[in-house]
T-cell receptor, first 114, second 111 residues
Framework: DTEVTQTPKHLVMGMTNKKSLKCEQHMGHRAMYWYKQKAKKPPELMFVYSYEKLSINESVPSRFSPECPNSSLLNLHLHALQPEDSALYLC?????????????FGSGTQLSVL | AQSVTQLGSHVSVSEGALVLLRCNYSSSVPPYLFWYVQYPNQGLQLLLKYTTGATLVKGINGFEAEFKKSETSFHLTKPSAHMSDAAEYFCAVRTGSTLTFGKGTMLLVSP
């Protein structure tokens, strides 16, 4: 299994809603990432988890709350989002040093905030 | 700090023509460099990467890139474009435990 699976693929939510994005990988990778990508822009790093601990938070607003329940799962909890948070949210995992430390990306969740 | 600059937000080629996408890097340490491709509404797929060793790197789908330290470049090439190559291409440099991406180049392929 060489995939990073993200669900849902599409999500529409109101500004008062609470929703969660899910990411799963079974490649044994111990580093997992959340990126945000606006249309026609490069991905921007949001969070990095290493060995299930948050290692990088790129000053992301608290309405985005990451969670890493185990080494295979990564969640992003969303609450009170703004329309400008509409974007493609990408999850990635990184292989270890003996596998070239490559990032593998999921297909993303296209989020629309109304 | 490491960064990459992609020259040209759009590149147009005819099917069968040479593809050349330009990337220049800035790094105070030997860089790890990557090219990713992104199709519409998809995630990013790794095309190839350079870490150390051979400066000409071959990737998937017939793409290759050459690391040129003297020019601080890592341009992506493909001898003959296919319609299926039309996509957004991102150059990236490893920055600590993550990647810093260039702004991307949209490759347009016409029949």
């Amino acid at each position: 299994d060489t995939e990073v699976t993200q669900t849902p693929k599409h999500l529409v939510m109101g500004m008062t809603n609470k929703k969660s994005l899910k990411c799963e990988q079974h490649m044994g990778h111990r580093a997992m990432y959340w990126y945000k990508q606006k249309a026609k822009k490069p991905p921007e790093l949001m969070f990095v988890y290493s060995y299930e601990k948050l290692s990088i938070n790129e000053s992301v607003p608290s309405r985005f709350s990451p969670e890493c329940p185990n080494s295979s799962l990564l969640n992003l909890h969303l609450h009170a989002l703004q329309p400008e948070d509409s974007a493609l949210y990408l999850c990635a995992s990184r292989s270890g040093p003996n596998r070239g430390e490559k990032l593998f990306f999921g297909s993303g969740t296209q989020l629309s905030v109304l | 700090a490491q960064s990459v600059t992609q020259l040209g937000s759009h590149v147009s080629v005819s099917e069968g023509a040479l593809v050349l996408l330009r990337c220049n890097y800035s790094s105070s340490v030997p860089p790890y460099l990557f090219w990713y491709v992104q199709y519409p509404n998809q995630g990013l797929q790794l095309l190839l990467k350079y870490t150390t060793g051979a400066t000409l790197v071959k990737g998937i789908n017939g793409f290759e890139a050459e690391f040129k330290k003297s020019e601080t470049s890592f341009h992506l090439t493909k001898p003959s474009a296919h319609m299926s190559d039309a996509a957004e291409y991102f150059c990236a440099v490893r920055t600590g435990s993550t990647l810093t991406f260039g702004k991307g180049t949209m490759l347009l392929v016409s029949p």
